[in-house]
């Protein structure tokens, strides 16, 4: 096979025509990107950006080595033009002679791990120092001193453009998006900053033409790039063996080059909200790009596990409108994954530790006396293990390996004497989620593990596992999780609010599971909406609840029909009723929508509005019905003006008579409100917020913990009215009250009692008189 050109070389790595053709003008770096690129064999586009560099970069007088760092580049192992650069001054300080690579590895840095997570702790200690400055000088702050600051909490081998991103990210996180002023500053004394506030309308305008929303398959079809399947070793990070392109290759051929994803939660709770985010971008991905996605049960801590859970999550997944391609157990594979923990133990790197849990708690355990005990050794005390020969907590399977976080030889597998929901007591011994995880994902020939940044610091066992077993290799890639404020989302806290009776079950609309926002009514569409609006990256998303609301309005807007409902009724009688019997009125479902249908109401003599709708003494700029100032009733065409107030022995308004007029023979009433006539009983119920702060397990905040933050009116349950349209409504149905927010059906609702929960309010009540 003849030697590709230089032209086609310099194609491989991903130069366009026209860098190419500017290359080629340049003899020497032309020549030293031929040799960089034929020693480094893995020239995808991200290396092939570092070769480049290397080949631009490198002296005459060390030219010799280009192939060495190439290499290196090739491998991974110098992943940073910030590393390549200091290969390079390695080898120009030390001319002469056989590299030492031990030396030259370490002037560089090789193996040097500067994590997202030390990243976003240093950018934050350097955002809190110049908090003041940046409040005070928004986008005009000097960032590059912040870049410093968090630099020098930092190895000197940290990737300036991720530090950089992180600090636009937090930046922008606290400050928010640039206003005009951001992009065009002035120089203003503090007399001439009033005039500024003239620019509002202009600011509305803008926020008239809103941001692009995308779905969350349009999302994760157009914003979201990760590798493509089969190009594992491409991705950063990834570790290459020998055996890495065959076991590629054979894979490509079992999958056909489709993507597949798995969702696999622990069956041992209810599914949150930051669930939601995990199954939307897991089953969301495959979806996107043609691909499948395993829902597989990680079902490896008996004692934890129900049935109800398991029953949960797959409801939980379909109402988000996903369907398993298969479901799996990690249990499926017990066999297999015992077979190769032996393997390890065969090969040398595993063993069985008698060290007690306790004594491996803390930042620096001791390392285990028993890591290099004889293999034979170490077969048998696992068969016994397998064999129910030793005692819950004498021994567990250690692999030998370092992790990220300083973890040593994590435990593969425990002893457990609890009978397993599926596989009974066959087994004895259960494996950890660090073994589990990586080799279930090989087994199912997963493409893209995609996992909570917490995970990060499993990567490398991830990788080390499949490759020290010579299995096929998924790739991990993370991304932050999502948290919302003013709420809970663990097991063990939410089964405290149930044990106290502050919330009834794992579904009290209050909460922030998936079953609980289903109840309380939110559309799965929002939901999944409001995960592609909260983005795919590295950092850990905090919102408000108004958000979430927000998404939740967006959808029910277009989809929930209106009706009229009365929350407090007043009881009010038109002693003119234009006629005997009651009249029909027309109430369009979705009034910018004439052609979705309308549905008709009775009109009568007597019915009932909201208390709140009638003022005796009323505060200037009340708009509703009050002594000498009509209203009109909704979808009537008729106004009702005042006449007598009629009160209780007590002295409260209890009925109001009034008289009514065509709308069209009078001025034209400041406001319409809603009303119902022959109403149907309805019981409402009103949620609030259940805790009082952004962050009810923070012990700074709350030092009396999250349980004295439960707000004990955050639910209230009301005796309301509503028109007829609503009696034959089912579970979930969803509605919107004219003027009073989006209501959906709860499931405590039995024939003749239908009980509504409020899902939203309106944007518009905010202050609304």
């Known amino acids: 096979m003849p030697e590709p050109s230089d032209q086609e070389l310099l194609a ?14 340049n003899k020497v770096v032309t020549a030293n990107l031929r040799t960089a690129i034929l020693a480094a064999e893995d020239v995808g586009s991200s290396n092939g950006a570092l070769l480049y560099h290397l080949a631009s970069k490198i002296k005459a007088q060390v030219a010799q080595h280009i192939a060495l760092i190439a290499a290196y580049v090739g491998q991974g192992k110098l992943d940073s033009t910030l590393r390549i650069d200091a290969a390079l001054e390695y080898l120009l300080s030390n001319p002469g002679g056989p590299v030492d690579k031990g030396k030259l590895e370490a002037a560089a840095g090789v193996g040097v791990v500067v994590t997202p997570e030390q990243i976003e702790n240093a950018v934050e200690e350097a955002i809190e120092k110049h908090k003041s400055a940046l409040l005070e000088k928004r986008y005009q702050c000097n960032m590059g001193q912040i870049m410093l600051d968090a630099r020098a909490k930092l190895s000197k081998w940290v990737d300036g453009k991720a530090l950089r991103n992180e600090v636009d990210l937090q930046v922008l996180n606290l400050l928010g998006p640039k206003t005009e002023e951001d992009l065009n500053p002035k120089q203003i004394d503090k007399k001439a900053s009033k005039p500024l506030k003239e620019k509002k309308p202009e600011k509305s305008n803008k926020e008239e033409a809103p941001a692009e929303k995308l779905s969350m398959a349009e999302f994760l079809k157009t914003k979201v790039f990760f590798h493509k399947p089969g190009e594992n070793h491409k991705t950063e990070g990834y570790v290459l063996t020998d055996k890495t392109k065959d076991l590629l290759n054979e894979h490509i051929k079992l999958t056909g080059g489709k993507v597949r994803t798995r969702f696999p939660p622990e069956p041992n709770g209810i599914l949150h909200i930051g669930h939601a985010k ?17 829902l597989r049960y990680d079902d490896t801590n008996p004692e934890k596990e129900e049935e109800k859970f398991f029953v949960g999550i797959k409801d939980m ?20 994954l015992y077979l190769w923990a032996v393997e390890l133990i065969k090969r040398d790197l595993a063993y069985v530790c008698h060290q007690r849990a306790e004594e491996l708690k803390g930042f620096n355990p001791p390392p285990s006396p028993y890591r290099n005990r004889p293999i034979d050794e170490s077969l048998q005390l696992f068969e016994d293990m397998k064999n129910g020969k030793i005692g819950e907590g004498e021994a567990t399977l250690r692999m030998k390996i370092t992790l990220e976080e300083g973890k040593q030889d994590p435990v593969a597998y425990r002893i457990k004497f ?12 259960y494996p950890t989620y660090d073994y589990t995880h990586c080799l279930c994902d090989s087994i199912e020939h997963i493409t893209h593990s995609l996992c909570t940044k917490e995970f990060q610091s499993r990567r490398s066992s991830y990788y080390w596992l499949c490759n020290s077993l010579d299995v096929y290799c998924p790739v991990q890639w993370e991304y932050g999780r999502l948290n919302i404020n003013y709420t809970v989302v663990s097991k063990r806290k939410i089964a405290k609010l149930i044990e106290e009776k502050i919330v009834s079950d794992w579904d009290d609309p209050r909460l922030f599971t998936l079953t609980a926002l289903r109840r309380r009514g939110f559309p799965a569409e929002a939901i999944n909406n409001f995960c592609a609006q909260m983005g795919l990256t590295g950092a850990q998303v905090v919102v408000d609840p108004q958000a979430l609301d927000a998404s939740v309005r967006d959808v029910l807007n277009v989809t929930a029909p209106r009706c009229m409902a009365v929350l407090e009724p007043l009881a009010i009688h038109i002693t003119n009723f234009p006629s005997n019997s009651p009249i029909e009125c027309l109430v369009p479902d979705f009034p910018n929508e004439p052609n979705k249908g309308s549905h008709k109401v009775p009109f009568a003599k007597d019915l ?9 003494d009323p505060e200037k700029g009340y708009r509703r019905l009050a002594p000498g100032q009509s209203v009109g009733l909704r979808h009537t065409g008729y106004v009702i003006s005042l006449k007598k107030v009629v009160t209780d022995s007590a002295g409260r308004v209890s009925k109001l008579e009034v008289e009514c007029v065509d709308a069209n023979t009078v001025e034209k009433p400041k406001a319409w409100i809603h009303w119902v006539s022959n109403p149907v009983k309805i019981e409402v119920r009103l949620y609030d917020r259940l805790f009082q702060h952004k962050n009810p397990e923070d012990s700074n905040e709350v030092p009396g913990g999250f349980l004295s933050d439960c707000n004990r009116d955050s639910l209230t349950k009301v005796a309301a009215l509503a028109d007829s349209s609503v009696r034959n409504a089912k579970v979930y149905d969803k509605f919107q009250f004219e003027r009073l927010g989006f209501f959906s059906v709860d499931p405590d609702s039995m024939k003749g009692q239908l009980v509504f929960n409020r899902t939203v309010t309106l944007k518009e009540d905010s202050g609304k008189v």
């Open 608 to 616: 009932f509005i909201e208390t709140s709708d009638f003022k005796q």
């Open 278 to 294: 995990a199954i939307n971008i897991n089953f969301g991905y495959a979806s996107a790009h043609g691909g499948i996605c395993f």
């Open 12 to 25: 491989k790595i991903g130069l366009s025509e026209q860098k190419i053709k500017e290359t080629l003008k």
């Open 418 to 429: 609890v009978p397993h929901h599926r596989t009974g007591d066959e087994w004895c011994i």
């Open 317 to 336: 997944v379909e109402w988000l409108g996903y369907t398993p391609h298969k479901i799996t157990h990690s249990s499926d594979y017990f066999e297999q």
